[in-house]
């Protein structure tokens, strides 16, 4: 695990994401955005999920809540934000 990094707890253990980082707005204290690094083999890819991106607070919350359960996360994605990365 890369230091500053959750672990994914991939209960269901299909899932490719490894881990996970959720960043917060300094003066709100409310996330901004979550980072996801996915196993792509040899290495791993990460993607920037954020309120720009995503287009509001609502997906990223329902990413952020899917990452802390360790379950559901890579679905969601796939069907919800796929390439609404940065």
Known sequence: MTRGWT??????????????RVYKN??????????????GGKSH???K???QSLEGRNKLNKL????????GLN???KKNANLQYE
């Open 26 to 39: 300094a003066r709100t204290n409310a996330p901004s955005s979550i980072f996801i690094r996915f196993n």
């Open 45 to 47: 890819t990460t993607y």
């Open 7 to 20: 672990q994914y707890a991939n209960i269901g253990g299909k899932s490719s994401v490894v881990e996970y």
């Open 64 to 71: 952020i809540s899917r990452a802390e359960r360790g379950k």
């Open 49 to 51: 999920y954020s309120v």
């Open 75 to 77: 679905s969601y994605i």
